[in-house]
């Protein structure tokens, strides 16, 4: 999903099931803040008129679609 604004275009970002194999992080941490399963993030991106990503906001227990 894409959202053109002013700043930007904002995009909900999610790991392809395909890749959700695993932990990314330390899994000797605490879970939603030193390690999550792939499955369960996303992010909310703002991308630059140039292309760059300018923002991104994690969202841990992301529901993916």
């Known amino acids: 999903m ?8 904002w995009v909900l ?3 392809p099931r395909e890749l959700g194999g695993g932990v990314l992080g330390d ?3 605490d879970y939603g803040v030193d390690f ?3 499955y369960e993030y996303g992010e909310l ?6 292309g ?3 923002r ?3 969202m841990t ?3 993916h679609s």
Do not use: K
């Open 2 to 9: 894409t959202i053109e604004s002013e700043e930007g275009t």
């Open 13 to 15: 970002s999610e790991v």
């Open 27 to 29: 899994s000797r941490g």
């Open 36 to 38: 999550i399963h792939p």
């Open 45 to 50: 991106l703002l991308v630059g008129r140039n």
């Open 52 to 54: 760059d990503i300018d």
């Open 56 to 58: 991104a906001y994690p």
């Open 61 to 63: 227990a992301f529901p």
